[in-house]
Structures are given as structure tokens and as C-alpha cells.
């Protein structure tokens, strides 16, 4: 009698996780609206605000997080990684922070600077995070094609596994796009 406690006790919230990951996979955009893409968004680390449609053309890896996440810190030193990586390829890594009631941007600034994170960050508004994370479980990486669909995503933050699995889906991303601008379409002949 006291193991099925026990086993219930433990099975209820692995249960209840498993049922939450699988809910946001379908709750998640398969692609980026274009309000969110053409949203001018403040930047913490470069000048003036940016659309994330200034990225159009290139696979972006984009990585929802905020300062009191954990996982999102442990994520930050490859994120940055992937972005130098791949600099000189169609790739752009950038994070978007949800600036929270007791946070400000300058606090947010330090905080990069003090993770020396180099990609760049925007502040997001709290329409754009229920578009793209409504169950709001971070971190939220997703790999998007130069033509606004998402390609992969990923929930939470293992450093070993999401790392690898990340860069496979933004090797994938890349050939896929390169394949797609190598294709020579169809073209009408004049009778």
C-alpha cells in the first residue's frame, strides 16, 4: 500500500511534464507570424530596435529566455558559440527576453555582459511570447528557415544533448536552404 503511494506520488508530476511537453510541441507556431517578424523590437546589445525580419534570407536560431532561468544561463555560452561558428554562413543567432516587472534593461545588459554573450538580444512584449512560447516554459530554442517556418524546436536545455541536436538542425536548415537557391524552379517558354 505504501509503494503505490509512492509510485503515484512520483508518477503524477512525470506524467503531468510529459503531458505538457507534448501539448507545447503542437502549441508552438509552425511558422513565425509576420506580426512578429515585422515588430520593431528594443535591442539590449546592438543599437536601435530591430525587426526579426532583418534576418530574412538566413536560418535564425531564435532563443526565448529570461535572467531567473536557469537552463536559459546554461544555455547562453553555446548559443554564442553556434552564432561565431557559423558567422560567415546564412545563420543568425538571437535571443528574445521578456523585460519582467522588477527588471530593467541596463540590469539586463550587465547580465549579458557579465555571460559575454555576443549574439543578439531583444526585448519581447508579452504578445509576442504567448505567439511564440504560450505555455511559457523556458528555454525555448527554435531553428527557423530563411522563409519564416519553423524547422526544429527545443524545450528546456540539456548541454550535451540539445548542443549536438542543435547544430545537426542547423546543418540541416542550411543544406535544406541551400538546396532550395540552387533549384532552378520552372521556368515558361515562349511559344
Known amino acids: 500500500m505504501r509503494s503505490g503511494r509512492i509510485l503515484c506520488l512520483l508518477g503524477t508530476p512525470l506524467l503531468l511534464a510529459c503531458t505538457v511537453g507534448a501539448q507545447t510541441r503542437f502549441r508552438t507556431p509552425a511558422r513565425i507570424p509576420d506580426q512578429i517578424m515585422s515588430a520593431e523590437l528594443p535591442a539590449l546589445n546592438r543599437p536601435g530596435p530591430i525587426k526579426l525580419s532583418s534576418y530574412n534570407g538566413r536560418v535564425m536560431v531564435l532563443a526565448l529566455w529570461a535572467p531567473w532561468c536557469g537552463p536559459c544561463k546554461f544555455s547562453m555560452p553555446a548559443l554564442d558559440k553556434l552564432?561565431?561558428?557559423?558567422?560567415?554562413?546564412?545563420?543568425?543567432?538571437?535571443?528574445?527576453?521578456?523585460?519582467?516587472?522588477?527588471?530593467?534593461?541596463?540590469?539586463?545588459?550587465?547580465?549579458?555582459?557579465?555571460?559575454?554573450?555576443?549574439?543578439?538580444?531583444?526585448?519581447?512584449?508579452?504578445?509576442?511570447?504567448?505567439?511564440?512560447?504560450?505555455?511559457?516554459?523556458?528555454?525555448?530554442?527554435?531553428?527557423?528557415?530563411?522563409?519564416?517556418?519553423?524547422?526544429?524546436?527545443?524545450?528546456?536545455?540539456?548541454?550535451?544533448?540539445?548542443?549536438?541536436?542543435?547544430?545537426?538542425?542547423?546543418?540541416e536548415a542550411l543544406d535544406k536552404q541551400s538546396k532550395t537557391k540552387a533549384s532552378p524552379g520552372f521556368f515558361k517558354h515562349p511559344i
Open 83 to 171: 552564432g561565431n561558428d557559423y558567422r560567415n554562413r546564412e545563420i543568425a543567432v538571437v535571443g528574445l527576453v521578456e523585460l519582467e516587472a522588477n527588471s530593467d534593461m541596463d540590469g539586463l545588459r550587465f547580465y549579458l555582459q557579465q555571460l559575454k554573450v555576443r549574439f543578439t538580444n531583444l526585448l519581447m512584449t508579452r504578445e509576442i511570447s504567448e505567439g511564440l512560447d504560450p505555455d511559457h516554459i523556458l528555454p525555448v530554442t527554435l531553428v527557423i528557415t530563411s522563409d519564416g517556418t519553423v524547422f526544429r524546436r527545443f524545450i528546456g536545455w540539456n548541454y550535451k544533448k540539445t548542443t549536438q541536436l542543435l547544430r545537426k538542425a542547423v546543418r
